[in-house]
């Protein structure tokens, strides 16, 4: 009997037809049944690979030009006959689209949605698997059969041409990369490059859904990167840029799924580049090191590379020193010196002659370092790095933080590198949050002079300082009411650097047109810019919706800073908790509502064992490992850029545990989930966040019990997944519906392409969709 799989073309599914009827490990239609033979109880055995895929996308304005290539190996003895069904990018207007076999151009049809609706519903009824739900409400191409021969190899390329859509002035790309979830094996290498041009010149570019390296070589041109290995469940890619004249670009994105609840919005604001690179601002920066006995050997050898990189990078206007301390502390100078290429090389002699040995006196370094600060109208940053506890001179941490603020007469920024397990990470971060910096933890053995480069490359040009935002509505706003704008972070703006853009969220009540005024200093000169925005009432689709998840993942990272550094505050953790289950954003204090013993009803009980696990695992803890990993996690929640940046880099859960992931975060300041293969969800694809200092039994048990889809959160309970926001009482009323029935398919073309991906379960599920509650059982086993 004939086997089927699911094969995925990134963007596309294929279908192979063996030529004979021994182990196909794809959809396998019998040409002379015209049916899909059902799957066999046994392990199925992999006959074919994707060895790699590389999109390469041009962009012009909203013109894109996309190819998608795909290296596909026949391993089997014997022919595969392939089709190509590509799900066309939703509601794309596409051009121009052919399928390309080894350099041989193949003919294919590109059907209308109803019909390619038709398809997609007759391929799930027929194999059982509701994985193509997703793409239903989407256009298709189809193609004719060709032949893929044993043990060999083919190069099958998409080209298309795609307009792109524009709205709240920024153009949207998106390429379906969804179906690499239905694979039955990893693909090993994906390679995505997305190049951008505009006429008019590019100032924001965003990803909401991948953590792309972007390139700006000129102020028109933008280069975005990314690649992924292994990749089993690849969320569709998603770009977004703006483009506008002058010095400064903005963009304003709102999302209100409620509207008798306050919406959240998204701001994004970016110098334009040539202007940057003219204008940068002259700076000062104290690079303050700390040169104790437990700094010595490989440590501080690092610490000097460190040293001579921002030495040699400094601009011949900036002003610098440097001040190493023990117990005792030294400056290269008395007071500031600029950077002219003698004082320069002074500098670095002062830098090779410095030794490690001695206690650690950060209260007095802190103090010098901050007292040589005098000019208010320059940039002023002080780079602080240790690696243990204040053994000499003040030892009291929120002394030491009280006294530095007082010193810090200029409104320095203050950006600590917290040095492996021993560090005083509370006292980190109290001094950061204060004096509007940032904590950098870094672990045993990893490299000093990387974090530090990577800091100093984001702050070495600053354009705009200072900054501050206000929402211009014309109706002024009642003084007695709730402020229209309100709970952004971060709560402390930063400046605006050269290559580096603002990504600020928060909630909004007052809907409607409204102006946005950014104000800033170019040096001591004040500076002010206007922009048109709007902020929805009523959000009619999830499109916007990752703007929610940013908002609550960072509000998360805020609310562990309150309650680390101000003590136990029940309303917050009952928001912790409330945020955790809603999103599935889990950190180690809530990781327990992973466990299907959790139940998700008992609010008080829910809330009182998060508040045990803060106190125990984190107050309590001013250094050790516990208190780095859940501080290097906290810091990484407070600055993402995106929820699934997260996952990508195992900020939370990977590694070390909590924030294990890269060292400086989501910048300064600055879901994925379907229906998978068990061995694709034992990957820790389609999970939350399984977080915490936790072992990787724990990290996987998490992955398997709790699913991110789309603004969904879905928990395991019973065999039974269940959507989040269902109550009890809801639960009891649930109309119940057999899996790929009439009835079924009836309420996915209902909810539309919006909510088939909701639907895309095997196991039972239970969801709110629309004001009404569902339960989806799948098929008696008779009736398959």
Not at 157 to 170: F, N, T, V
Not at 207 to 219: F, G, K, L, T
Not at 224 to 242: E, H, I, M, N, Q
């Amino acid at each position: 009997m004939l086997r089927y799989r699911s094969l995925p073309f990134i963007a596309s599914l294929i279908c192979l037809f063996a030529s004979t009827s021994a182990d196909a490990q794809v959809i396998v239609i019998n040409p002379e049944r015209d049916r899909i033979a059902r799957p066999s109880p046994r392990p199925i055995r992999q006959d074919y690979e994707i060895k790699s895929v590389d999109i390469q996308a041009d962009i012009r304005d909203q013109a894109a030009e996309v190819q998608v290539s795909q290296v596909f190996a026949n391993k089997s003895s014997r022919t595969l006959q392939a089709t190509l069904f590509f799900p066309l990018p939703d509601e794309a207007t596409i051009s121009g689209l052919t399928l390309i076999v080894d350099g041989k151009e193949l003919p294919g049809r590109l059907l209308p949605k109803d019909e390619a609706r038709r398809i997609y519903e007759d391929i799930v009824r027929r194999s059982q698997d509701p994985a193509l739900l997703e793409y239903m409400g989407r256009g298709l191409f189809r193609t004719s059969v060709f032949p893929v021969p044993p043990n060999a190899q083919r190069k099958v390329e998409i080209r298309y041409s795609q307009l792109l859509k524009k709205s709240d002035g920024l153009v949207d790309f998106s390429l379906p990369l969804g179906n690499s979830k239905h694979s039955t094996k990893p693909i090993k290498q994906l390679n995505l490059t997305v190049r951008v041009h505009a006429n008019e010149g590019i100032k924001t570019i965003y990803s909401p859904s991948h953590d792309v390296n972007i390139e700006r070589p000129e102020s028109k041109r933008a280069i975005c990167k990314t690649t992924l290995s292994d990749v089993a469940a690849a969320d569709d890619f998603r770009l977004l840029f703006g483009t506008e004249s002058g010095p400064v670009g903005m963009n304003v994105l709102s999302y209100r799924p409620d509207k008798s609840q306050d919406g959240y919005f998204l701001l994004l604001a970016a110098p334009e580049i040539a202007a940057a690179e003219a204008q940068a601002v002259p700076k000062t920066v104290v690079f303050v090191v700390d040169r104790s006995g437990s700094m010595s050997g490989q440590k501080f050898e690092q610490v000097r590379k460190a040293l001579r990189f921002v030495l040699d990078r400094l601009g011949p206007e900036d002003l610098f020193n440097i001040v190493a301390y023990d117990s005792k502390v030294d400056a290269f100078r008395p007071e500031l010196q600029r950077a002219d290429e003698a004082t320069i090389a002074q500098a670095r002699g002062f830098v090779d002659g410095l030794y490690a040995g001695g206690s650690t006196n950060i209260d007095g370094a802190l103090q010098k370092s901050l007292e040589m600060l005098s000019d208010a109208d320059r940039p002023n940053y002080v780079l602080f790095l240790t690696d243990g506890l204040p053994t000499v001179g003040e030892q009291n941490d929120v002394k030491i933080a009280a006294r530095a603020q007082a010193a810090n007469t200029v409104r320095a920024r203050l950006f600590n590198f917290g040095v492996g397990f021993d560090v005083n990470s509370r006292l980190l971060d109290r001094l950061s949050r204060e004096q509007r910096g940032q904590s950098i933890y870094v672990r045993p053995n990893e490299d000093i002079e990387a974090q530090v480069a990577t800091l100093y490359n984001r702050i070495a040009s600053p354009v705009l300082t200072d900054l501050a935002i206000e929402f211009l509505f014309e109706a002024k706003p009642d003084p007695t009411a709730a402020p229209p704008i309100a709970r952004t972070y971060p709560q402390e703006l930063n400046d605006l650097f050269r290559g580096e853009q603002l990504i600020w969220v928060g909630r909004y009540r007052k809907s409607g047109a409204t102006k946005v005024k950014l104000t800033g200093k170019v040096g001591a000169e004040p500076r002010s810019f206007e922009f048109d925005a709007s902020l929805v009432e009523h959000s009619g689709d999830e499109t916007n919706g990752f703007v929610e998840k940013l908002w609550a993942v960072r509000r998360i990272g805020e609310i562990l800073d309150d309650l680390d550094l101000n003590g136990q505050n029940k309303e917050l953790v009952d928001e912790l908790v409330a945020l955790s289950i809603k999103h599935g954003i889990l950190t180690p204090y809530t990781s327990f509502l992973a466990d299907e013993e959790t139940d998700l009803m008992q609010h008080r009980q829910n809330a009182q064992r998060a508040e045990d696990n803060i106190d125990l695992k984190f107050r309590r803890r001013v250094s050790g490992s516990d208190a780095f990993y859940g501080r290097r996690g906290k810091a990484a929640l407070k600055t993402a850029n995106r929820l699934p940046e997260l996952q990508q880099r195992g900020g939370i859960g990977g590694g070390g545990g909590f924030g294990g992931g890269g060292g400086i975060g989501g910048g300064i300041g600055g879901g994925i989930g379907g229906n998978l293969p068990r061995s694709a969800e034992r990957r820790g694809a389609g999970r939350a966040l399984p977080t915490g200092d936790a072992s990787d039994s724990e990290s996987a048990e998490a992955a398997e019990t709790v699913r991110n889809i789309g603004q969904k959160t879905f928990f395991q309970r019973d065999d039974l997944w269940r959507d989040s926001t269902v109550t009890a009482e809801q639960e009891k009323q649930a109309k119940r519906i057999v899996q790929f029935s009439n009835e079924y398919f009836d309420l996915a073309a209902t909810h539309g392409k919006e909510l088939g991906k909701y639907l895309a379960f095997r196991e039972p599920v239970l969801i709110n969709l629309r004001g009404k509650t569902y339960r989806i059982d799948p098929p008696p086993d008779d009736a398959k």
